[in-house]
């Protein structure tokens, strides 16, 4: 089928326009979708349409290690493109055929009378063999084999090929191909930098968790869970410490942005709140202006929500949590019969707004075997839904978990609420445990 031509233009202009709307269309068919697998195939599908008769796509991974990831017929007839995709045999010394030198950096390269035609001497491994399978079930009197190269790596390459021999590629279509698969190749490069950085990222922020501290009189559970939608890494945090005096201290932040510059600011927000609550062990909202002071010094462009709150009492009660939040969503107190309360006091301006100003706290009496769940917005918001409609959903779901295990309390919420989320969660709970009563 020949290539599509423009509308009032020469034959020349409209395959030269034509070829170029190929290379955009293949291009933002990788950088359109989170699914880098799903956006070759797409290449797949255009390439079929517009310039040959089948399109396979392979990509190369570490160790020798390959994977096809798309395969496209345009006509299938009784002969379905199915049944192609999957791991490649290993990429060894032996394979010299057309894919494996094409890997190796060569070509594009030009195939004619179909590989099934080829000497069986270039046929020297598995990995050839199955190349060459592609050929004897789909059929092909030419083909093109064009690396995936950017910056001078080949993350694979694409094979196109024609089956009508009045039809053939040729030598001329070659540069092309180059052109199309350098697109296609910068978009796959693009894609796996950006899965590195988020991996980074991510890993980051797992090593920043703390180890929670263990008090005869206190439970503590935490979480931490990135999204699960987008391929976006958040400034979420939470951390937890015993101070000197013997007060727990207990916080929650998210650092505004999704990239790795909000990751390195939260572990850099949450190492200075450390070091502020332990120096002087001020009241939480002193720990808080001070910490807004020194983001904002340091860090002029980052801007973030937190509570900081402390458990105080002895170990048989009673127990209070003293708490100042900066701009973050209101912890939530739960107790054992199941009543429910935010607390909305001591709530004030968001982290780096260069504002120096007293940041109010309140304080709470904790009763026993109550639940004070702090939690970052990953946790409840949702599209298309206020925020009064959420908090009341958490609200509801805390209440019938009540009386579960800690851990099994956070657990749950993550799977009742955690599944639609579109963000990073973390969620830190605690609960005041009194002693039994001495035996008799």
Same mark, same amino acid.
Not at 65 to 89: I, K, N, S, W
Not at 183 to 199: F, K, P, W
Not at 207 to 213: G, N, Q
Not at 215 to 244: I, K, Q
């Given at each position: 089928?020949?290539?599509?031509?423009?509308? *009032?233009?020469?034959?020349?202009?409209?395959?030269?326009?034509?070829?170029?709307?190929?290379?955009?269309?293949?291009?933002?068919?990788?950088?359109?979708?989170?699914?880098?697998?799903?956006?070759?195939?797409?290449?797949?599908?255009?390439?079929?349409?517009?310039?040959?008769?089948?399109?396979?796509?392979?990509?190369?991974?570490?160790?020798?290690?390959?994977?096809?990831?798309?395969?496209?017929?345009?006509?299938?007839?009784?002969?379905?493109?199915?049944?192609?995709?999957?791991?490649?045999?290993?990429?060894?010394?032996?394979?010299?055929?057309?894919?494996?030198?094409?890997?190796?950096?060569?070509?594009?390269?030009?195939?004619? *009378?179909?590989?099934?035609?080829?000497?069986?001497?270039?046929?020297?491994?598995?990995?050839?063999?199955?190349?060459?399978?592609?050929?004897?079930?789909?059929?092909?009197?030419?083909?093109?084999?064009?690396?995936? /190269?950017?910056?001078?790596?080949?993350?694979?390459?694409?094979?196109?090929?024609?089956?009508?021999?009045?039809?053939?590629?040729?030598?001329?279509?070659?540069?092309?191909?180059?052109?199309?698969?350098?697109?296609?190749?910068?978009?796959?490069?693009?894609?796996?930098?950006?899965?590195?950085?988020?991996?980074?990222?991510?890993?980051?922020?797992?090593?920043?968790?703390?180890?929670?501290?263990?008090?005869?009189?206190?439970?503590?559970?935490?979480?931490?869970?990135?999204?699960?939608?987008?391929?976006?890494?958040?400034?979420?945090?939470?951390?937890?410490?015993?101070?000197?005096?013997?007060?727990?201290?207990?916080?929650?932040?998210?650092?505004?942005?999704?990239?790795?510059?909000?990751?390195?600011?939260?572990?850099?927000?949450?190492?200075?709140?450390?070091?502020?609550?332990?120096?002087?062990?001020?009241?939480?909202?002193?720990?808080?202006?001070?910490?807004?002071?020194?983001?904002?010094?340091?860090? /002029?462009?980052?801007?973030?929500?937190?509570?900081?709150?402390?458990?105080?009492?002895?170990?048989?009660?009673?127990?209070?949590?003293?708490?100042?939040?900066?701009?973050?969503?209101?912890?939530?107190?739960?107790?054992?019969?199941?009543?429910?309360?935010?607390?909305?006091? *001591?709530?004030?301006?968001?982290?780096?707004?260069?504002?120096?100003?007293?940041?109010?706290?309140?304080?709470?009496?904790?009763?026993?075997?109550?639940?004070?769940?702090?939690?970052?917005?990953?946790?409840?918001?949702?599209?298309?839904?206020?925020?009064?409609?959420?908090?009341? /959903?958490?609200?509801?779901?805390?209440?019938?978990?009540?009386?579960?295990?800690?851990?099994?309390?956070?657990?749950?919420?993550?799977?009742?609420?955690?599944?639609?989320?579109?963000?990073?969660?973390?969620?830190?709970?605690?609960?005041?445990?009194?002693?039994?009563?001495?035996?008799?």
């Amino acid at each position: 089928m020949p290539e599509r031509q423009v509308a *009032g233009a020469t034959p020349v202009v409209g395959e030269a326009m034509e070829r170029l709307a190929m290379i955009v269309d293949t291009g933002r068919a990788v950088t359109d979708t989170s699914d880098l697998f799903q956006g070759l195939r797409e290449v797949c599908r255009i390439l079929t349409v517009r310039l040959a008769d089948w399109c396979v796509i392979d990509l190369l991974g570490a160790e020798g290690t390959g994977e096809r990831v798309g395969v496209a017929r345009r006509d299938r007839g009784d002969r379905p493109a199915q049944g192609f995709e999957g791991a490649l045999p290993p990429f060894t010394a032996d394979a010299r055929g057309p894919l494996a030198r094409v890997l190796r950096g060569a070509g594009p390269l030009l195939i004619t *009378g179909g590989l099934a035609e080829q000497p069986p001497g270039q046929i020297g491994s598995p990995f050839d063999a199955r190349h060459r399978a592609l050929f004897e079930s789909l059929g092909g009197d030419s083909a093109v084999v064009a690396p995936l /190269r950017a910056r001078r790596d080949v993350h694979g390459a694409v094979t196109l090929a024609r089956t009508d021999p009045a039809r053939p590629f040729t030598e001329a279509d070659l540069a092309f191909a180059d052109d199309l698969a350098h697109g296609v190749a910068v978009a796959v490069d693009n894609a796996r930098l950006y899965d590195e950085t988020r991996g980074i990222a991510e890993q980051l922020q797992r090593s920043l968790l703390p180890v929670l501290p263990r008090m005869p009189h206190l439970e503590v559970a935490a979480r931490y869970v990135p999204s699960s939608v987008t391929a976006e890494v958040g400034g979420d945090w939470y951390d937890c410490f015993v101070l000197p005096r013997g007060d727990l201290a207990v916080t929650i932040g998210d650092v505004a942005g999704h990239d790795l510059a909000a990751a390195v600011a939260m572990s850099q927000l949450r190492s200075m709140l450390r070091g502020i609550a332990v120096d002087r062990e001020e009241p939480p909202g002193e720990v808080v202006r001070r910490l807004d002071i020194a983001n904002h010094t340091l860090y /002029r462009e980052a801007t973030a929500t937190c509570v900081y709150g402390l458990v105080r009492g002895p170990r048989e009660g009673p127990w209070d949590f003293v708490h100042a939040a900066a701009g973050h969503l209101p912890p939530l107190l739960t107790t054992e019969d199941g009543g429910t309360r935010y607390l909305e006091d *001591g709530v004030g301006l968001m982290l780096g707004t260069g504002i120096d100003m007293p940041r109010p706290a309140a304080s709470v009496r904790l009763p026993p075997r109550s639940t004070v769940l702090l939690y970052t917005d990953g946790l409840i918001e949702r599209r298309d839904e206020g925020l009064g409609s959420s908090l009341e /959903r958490l609200r509801r779901h805390t209440a019938d978990l009540a009386r579960e295990p800690l851990d099994v309390f956070c657990d749950e919420l993550l799977i009742r609420l955690g599944a639609d989320g579109a963000d990073d969660i973390a969620l830190l709970a605690l609960r005041p445990v009194p002693p039994p009563p001495p035996a008799d």
